[in-house]
C-alpha cells in the first residue's frame, strides 16, 4: 500500500490508541490506518491524526523524547490533520496545567473550568473533570457535514482551550461556561471531545476526515 494512502494516528506514549484506531479502520476504507511513533511514516502518511490522553506537560514532554515534535508541526503546515482531545490542547501556545507551553499553532490558551461558575442552570454543582456526553452547537464545516447541529458527543477533559482568534471557533459547548470544543482553519480540525467514542455522530466525524479535501 502506498504512503499516500495511510492515515498515521500519532503515538507517543500517552493513551490508550485502539478505539481511535479502530473507529477510523471502520471508515477508512481503502486507506491503510497506522498507529506509529516513527516520524518518517508520519512525513509520508496522506494524512495525521494527533489524539491525546492525560496531563498536558507530560504529552508534550512525551512527544518531544520521542522526536516527534517537528513532524507534528510540520503536518499541521499541509496534511489534513485531526486533533482530538489533548491534541487539540497541545495546538495551542499556553496551558495552565502545569505552567506549560504548547506547540504553538494557535494564539491562544487552555485553562482549567473556573469552579466558581460551575453550575448547571437548576444550581446544581457541575463536577470537574467534565465527563460524559453533552450538546455541541456547530458552525458550516466540512467536518460537520451530514452532523446534526446540538449532536452529542463524548467529553472527558479538565481544561478548554481560549482561541485570540475567535474564527478559529467551529464549535461549542455549555459546561457551567460556554466553552470552544471545536477548531478549525485551513488543513487543521481539532476537537475537544473524542469521535472515537461518540457513537454515530462520532464516526461521522472521522469519515468526514477521510474524506476531506481541504
Same mark, same amino acid.
Given at each position: 500500500?502506498?504512503?499516500?494512502?495511510?492515515?498515521?494516528?500519532?503515538?507517543?506514549?500517552?493513551?490508550?490508541?485502539?478505539?481511535?484506531?479502530?473507529?477510523?479502520?471502520?471508515?477508512?476504507?481503502?486507506?491503510?490506518?497506522?498507529?506509529?511513533?516513527?516520524?518518517?511514516?508520519?512525513?509520508?502518511?496522506?494524512?495525521?491524526?494527533?489524539?491525546?490522553?492525560?496531563?498536558?506537560?507530560?504529552?508534550?514532554?512525551?512527544?518531544?523524547?520521542?522526536?516527534?515534535?517537528?513532524?507534528?508541526?510540520?503536518?499541521?503546515?499541509?496534511?489534513?490533520?485531526?486533533?482530538?482531545?489533548?491534541?487539540?490542547?497541545?495546538?495551542?501556545? !499556553?496551558? $495552565?496545567?502545569?505552567?506549560?507551553? @504548547? *506547540?504553538?499553532?494557535?494564539?491562544?490558551? &487552555?485553562?482549567?473550568? +473556573?469552579?466558581?461558575?460551575?453550575?448547571?442552570?437548576?444550581?446544581?454543582?457541575?463536577?470537574?473533570?467534565?465527563?460524559?456526553?453533552?450538546?455541541?452547537?456547530?458552525?458550516?464545516?466540512?467536518?460537520?457535514?451530514?452532523?446534526?447541529?446540538?449532536?452529542?458527543?463524548?467529553?472527558?477533559?479538565?481544561?478548554?482551550?481560549?482561541?485570540?482568534?475567535?474564527?478559529?471557533?467551529?464549535?461549542?459547548?455549555?459546561?457551567?461556561?460556554?466553552?470552544?470544543?471545536?477548531?478549525?482553519?485551513?488543513?487543521?480540525?481539532?476537537?475537544?471531545? !473524542?469521535? $472515537?467514542?461518540?457513537?454515530?455522530? @462520532? *464516526?461521522?466525524?472521522?469519515?468526514?476526515? &477521510?474524506?476531506?479535501? +481541504?
Amino acid at each position: 500500500m502506498s504512503a499516500g494512502s495511510i492515515i498515521a494516528v500519532i503515538d507517543y506514549g500517552m493513551g490508550n490508541l485502539r478505539s481511535v484506531s479502530k473507529a477510523l479502520e471502520h471508515v477508512a476504507g481503502d486507506k491503510q490506518v497506522i498507529v506509529t511513533a516513527d516520524p518518517a511514516v508520519v512525513a509520508a502518511a496522506e494524512r495525521v491524526v494527533f489524539p491525546g490522553q492525560g496531563a498536558m506537560p507530560d504529552c508534550m514532554r512525551e512527544l518531544d523524547a520521542r522526536g516527534l515534535r517537528p513532524v507534528v508541526l510540520a503536518a499541521a503546515k499541509d496534511k489534513p490533520f485531526l486533533g482530538i482531545c489533548i491534541g487539540l490542547q497541545m495546538l495551542f501556545d !499556553h496551558s $495552565e496545567e502545569g505552567d506549560f507551553a @504548547g *506547540l504553538g499553532v494557535f494564539a491562544g490558551d &487552555v485553562t482549567r473550568f +473556573p469552579e466558581a461558575k460551575m453550575f448547571a442552570a437548576d444550581g446544581q454543582r457541575l463536577k470537574v473533570p467534565h465527563m460524559g456526553w453533552n450538546n455541541v452547537a456547530h458552525k458550516p464545516h466540512a467536518l460537520w457535514a451530514d452532523i446534526d447541529d446540538g449532536a452529542r458527543f463524548y467529553f472527558v477533559h479538565s481544561y478548554c482551550v481560549q482561541p485570540a482568534d475567535s474564527t478559529l471557533v467551529t464549535g461549542t459547548t455549555d459546561y457551567g461556561i460556554p466553552f470552544t470544543c471545536a477548531v478549525g482553519r485551513d488543513n487543521i480540525f481539532a476537537v475537544q471531545f !473524542h469521535p $472515537e467514542k461518540s457513537a454515530r455522530d @462520532g *464516526l461521522q466525524l472521522l469519515q468526514n476526515f &477521510v474524506e476531506w479535501r +481541504p
